[in-house]
C-alpha cells in the first residue's frame, strides 16, 4: 500500500522559516517523482514544488521560486520541502503526493497518490 506521510506544519512568524519531512514507503522509491502542493482556505489546491528520482531535477512554482527548496533522502525515503522567508499568503494545508512518472512537476493530474496534509500557518 503507498503511503506518504507528511508532518512538519506549524505555527511561523513572517520571515521565518519550516521545514516539511515527506515520509514515503509502499513503493520503489527511486521509479517515481514526488511533489508537494498546498491548498489555502476558500482557494484551489496548486502545486509548490516537484522532484525526480532520475535526476533530482526540480520545479518550483514561481510564487516560491527563491524562498523554497525540494530535496530528497533515498536512504530514509523522504523528501523536505525547506521554506524560507514566509509570506501570510503561504498559509495553507501542504500535502505530499507519488506522481506516476519519475520525473515529478507541479501539475496535479500527473500524481495519483496523496498524503494527508500538514498545515503551516504564517502569521504574526
Known amino acids: 500500500e503507498v503511503q506518504l506521510q507528511a508532518s512538519g506544519g506549524g505555527l511561523v512568524q513572517p520571515g521565518g522559516s519550516l521545514r516539511l519531512s515527506c515520509a514515503a514507503s509502499?513503493?520503489?522509491?527511486?521509479?517515481?517523482?514526488i511533489g508537494w502542493f498546498r491548498q489555502a482556505p476558500g482557494k484551489e489546491r496548486e502545486g509548490v514544488a516537484g522532484?525526480?528520482?532520475?535526476?533530482?531535477?526540480?520545479e518550483y512554482a514561481d510564487s516560491v521560486k527563491g524562498r523554497f527548496t525540494i530535496s530528497r533522502n533515498s536512504a530514509l525515503k523522504t523528501v523536505y520541502l525547506q521554506m524560507n522567508s514566509l509570506k501570510p499568503e503561504d498559509t495553507a494545508v501542504y500535502y505530499c503526493?507519488?506522481?506516476?512518472?519519475?520525473?515529478?512537476?507541479?501539475?496535479?493530474?500527473?500524481?495519483?497518490?496523496w498524503g494527508q496534509g500538514t498545515q503551516v500557518t504564517v502569521s504574526s
Open positions: 503526493a507519488r506522481s506516476i512518472f519519475k520525473r515529478a512537476t507541479t501539475r496535479e493530474f500527473e500524481y495519483a497518490y
Open positions: 509502499g513503493f520503489t522509491f527511486g521509479d517515481y517523482g
Open positions: 522532484i525526480s528520482t532520475v535526476d533530482d531535477n526540480t
